[in-house]
């Protein structure tokens, strides 16, 4: 599928996939959005405390490499998780300006070590976070009671609804740890029905610019 690269509006680049209409992230701010979601109303509620995560979409690693950034920032230990079945090329990844966005042009390295680093093995990104890359198939996730926070990043509903179905958030269900906790950026009637019928404790919050609202779910119970 023909992709392109963009520049959203925060200035932070994504991939766009004109046969869809879809981009990776949000046109109104990739690096915006993904500290939004993911970072305030996900790793953040752990208040530093060791957190393993489990990230649905790798895609162009930014939301791995802010973790990273948290990380060193907060000093906290990070088990990081991305699965992916269509991994970007080198090119789109030379592509991606979120060092030089995010200030953080001394970090350019690991960005490149988050993309590089070999698929299926747990690697020491520092001293207090590893990443382990998946290239899998969302439908063929197995894990169970691993997790404590899962960023649920798929394409959106409109085009590939059947990664949010049912049978994919009782997936994410059992790879969290008990009172674990799932974000994305959805807020669709339709995802948050499947969460619950898993066994999810869901709550509508504030979305990223540009969209009204997201979601975050909890585990309350090991119902499976």
């Avoid at 020491?124 to 960023?151: A, C, P």
């Avoid at 790879?175 to 674990?180: D, E, I, N, T, V």
């Avoid at 807020?187 to 898993?198: D, F, L, N, Q, W």
Wanted: glycine residues 6%; proline residues 3%; contains cysteine.
């Amino acid at each position: 599928m023909k992709r392109e690269i963009l520049t959203t509006l925060d200035g932070s680049t994504s991939i766009h996939l004109p046969d869809w209409n879809e981009t990776y992230h949000s046109k109104h701010g990739a690096i915006q959005e993904a500290y939004h979601v993911f970072i305030r109303n996900g790793l953040n509620t752990f208040n530093s405390q060791p957190v393993s995560i489990l990230e649905i979409g790798l895609g162009t690693g930014l939301n791995a490499f802010i973790t990273y950034l948290e990380s060193k920032k907060l000093n906290q230990k990070i088990d990081y998780y991305g699965v992916e079945a269509y991994p970007i090329s080198t090119d789109e990844i030379s592509q991606m300006n979120y060092d030089s966005v995010l200030n953080a042009n001394n970090e350019s390295k690991i960005f490149q070590i988050l993309h590089e680093c070999e698929w299926g093995k747990k690697i020491q990104i520092s001293s207090i976070f590893t990443l382990t890359k998946r290239k899998q198939f969302f439908e063929n996730i197995v894990d169970e009671n691993k997790f404590d926070l899962i960023y649920f990043d798929a394409f959106g509903y409109r085009v590939q609804p059947e990664l949010w179905s049912t049978d994919i958030f009782r997936r994410m269900y059992k790879s969290l740890k008990s009172k674990g906790t799932l974000v994305t950026y959805a807020a669709r009637g339709v995802v948050k029905r499947s969460m619950i019928e898993v066994g999810f404790k869901v709550e509508k919050l504030p979305g990223p610019p540009g969209k009204r609202e997201m979601f975050r779910a909890i585990k309350n119970e090991l119902k499976y």
